[in-house]
């Protein structure tokens, strides 16, 4: 890196995340009501997992880009039938939940922060006795209604790698760079105000690596253990979410459960279905506008191949949007031409930085029937006195079996994402969602 460059990137020295840094005093008790919960970033203030450690601008942008490399690994391991170790980066990640949500676990209730993933199903979180296990999340002791589920539950044929000990079903998966190994459970679970008792999820008991979210996991796939199965008899397999801007000062957006409370005005798209990444949100994309201009991408970019597994994803995991090689190239330089003979850098895994204010006024991902129109928020990174900006997108990894688009919670933030599995569709409307 240039001298200049560096001076000024450490100059910067503001956390990309902080609303402390920018005067405001969040609300962390914020009622939850019927079946809405509330979304929290990770680095919120509201967050007990947020960096003790004050980062500038730069390592921000690098440790979350380092964090998507673990994930996009993850999502291409996902294969119906069989559990496949993924190939993890050369520098030790840790990767953190991006956003979370509060859950009640037991009787009486533990809360626990878990991740909300919509590319993952069975739930599962560290309980007491783990080894290896970063925190203790969930005490089975401490709860009357906690019972093991033995091995010949009809539950224990439905995760992967099943195995018995003893009389306990248990399980072993992989996640990110890390290794767990659970027990199959019931206990009472608690969404905002409803409550669901004998819910299966997992108790992790050992794990090695680094990846899992601190209090756990809460599955939005469409597996038959995840959320939706489990409660398709009051939900109808239905929900949206709502992601927050980076900018937000409180970093809290929500969770609807159920068809009843989604929004009227809404366009959708079909759902589609692959068997070999059968728990993904596959969506048909059809093109990328770069401001006004269509792109030129050969179409084999986006196609959906049941074999291979390839296609286009929509992920809450996942940072910062990943496409295929060929369709990325034609967006950088559909990007870069617009900004005419401005002086462009680079900044880890961003190939396509800028000082000077930026000319493309929006990005269109055009999907089946749907435009989802992205204002400069949710495509460019700045440091929070805009001095730097990046396109905020990237080619997907080449070093792993990855042949997905992913568009990721940067690009979805200020979204509605309506998805509807009975009807096979996902709308998306715009929002304001702190």
Known sequence: MKPAMAKLLYSLAILLFSSVALGFIPNCNIPEQGSTLQVIHVNSPCSPFRSKTQLSWEDSVLQMQSEDKERLIYLSSLVAGRSIVPVASGRQVTQNPTYILRAKIGTPPQILLMAMDTSSDAAWVPCSGCVGCPTTAFYTAKSTSFKNLSCGAAQCKQVPNPSCEGTTCGFNLTYGSSSIAASLVQDTIRLATDIFPGYTFGCIRKATGNSIPAQGLLGLGRGPLSLLSQ????????????????????????????????????????????????????????????????????????????????????????????????????????????????????????????????????????????????????????????????????????????????????QQQNHRILIDVPNSKLGVARETCT
């Open 231 to 410: 409660t398709q008899y009051l939900y109808k397999s239905t929900f949206s979410y709502c992601l927050p801007s980076y900018k937000s000062p409180n970093f809290s957006g929500s969770l609807r459960l159920g068809p009843n409370s989604q929004p009227i005005r809404i366009k959708y798209t079909q759902l589609l279905k692959n068997p070999r990444r059968s728990s993904l949100y596959y969506v048909n994309l059809v093109g990328i506008k770069v401001g006004r201009g269509l792109v030129k991408i050969p179409p084999a970019a986006f196609s959906h191949d049941p074999i291979t597994g390839s296609g286009t994803v929509i992920d809450s995991g996942t940072v910062f949007t990943h496409l295929v090689e060929p369709a990325y190239i034609a967006v950088r330089d559909a990007f870069r031409r617009l900004m005419g003979k401005a002086i462009v850098s680079s900044l880890g895994g961003f190939d396509t930085c800028y000082t000077v204010p930026i000319t493309v006024p929006t990005i269109t991902f055009m999907f089946s029937g749907i435009n989802m129109t992205l204002p400069q928020d949710n495509f460019l990174i700045r440091s929070v006195v805009g001095t730097t900006s990046c396109l905020a997108m990237a080619a997907a990894p080449t070093n792993v079996n990855s042949v997905l688009n992913v568009i990721a919670n940067f």
